[in-house]
């Protein structure tokens, strides 16, 4: 007599593993930003920011016990050469220094740059008596014997950058330049380039 065996009964599915499933969610996320910022990137394609000082002098340059007192003056070019990105400066400090050493510092008013755009500013800075250290004050009398001097002028802004209708939160950006003056002609200096990092 045939005997009949019985199937014997499936497994019942596992359960998809919430934390594998949670895993795919996030790399496809990573995955799809990436893509984002990249697409993003290739259609604003940003260049660096080009700072040059294209003129400046010094006057009133007295240098007595270790007190400097002068009056600087600089033209500083901004070029944003980007086809789609716009700039607000928000706020800018800036300084001139020797040795390391702050001799002066001014301020620049904000403005807003857009792009493919360049923007001259004047800023003026005033030494009233600064005190310098012995070292400082010996190297700087002894390039002024020379007729130059070389000064370091530095920028730290806070920007924003807007495209289209975005802006990006505050950045901090920072310029650093070496300009030459020279006191043996009015218009002293030659155009100096700057460097700059975000």
């Not at 004047?122 to 020379?146: C, G, I, W, Y």
Request: overall charge positive; glycine content about 2%; aromatic content about 10%.
């Amino acid at each position: 007599m045939p005997t009949t065996t019985s199937q014997p009964s499936q497994a019942p599915k596992s359960r998809s593993n919430p934390i594998r499933l949670i895993a795919i969610v996030l790399l496809a996320c990573i995955v799809l930003l990436g893509l984002v910022v990249l697409i993003t990137w290739l259609i604003v394609k940003p260049k660096r920011l080009v700072y040059t000082i294209e003129d400046g002098s010094i006057q009133n340059f007295n240098l007595t016990n270790d007190h400097l007192s002068a009056d600087f003056d600089f033209v500083i070019r901004s070029y944003n050469p980007n086809k789609r990105v716009s700039i607000y400066y928000d706020s800018i400090q800036a300084t001139v220094n020797y040795n390391d050493q702050t001799v002066a510092f001014s301020g620049v008013d904000p403005f807003y740059q857009r792009h493919r755009n360049v923007t001259r500013f004047d800023v003026k800075f005033t030494a009233h008596s600064t005190a310098l250290p012995s070292s400082v004050s010996n190297d700087l009398q002894l390039e002024k014997r020379s007729g130059k001097i070389q000064f370091d002028v530095w920028l730290k802004a806070r920007i924003r950058f807007k495209v289209g209708a975005w802006k990006s939160r505050h950045r901090t950006l920072r310029v650093s330049c070496a300009p030459v003056l020279e006191f043996s002609r009015p218009k002293n200096l030659k155009r100096t380039y700057c460097y700059a990092e975000i």
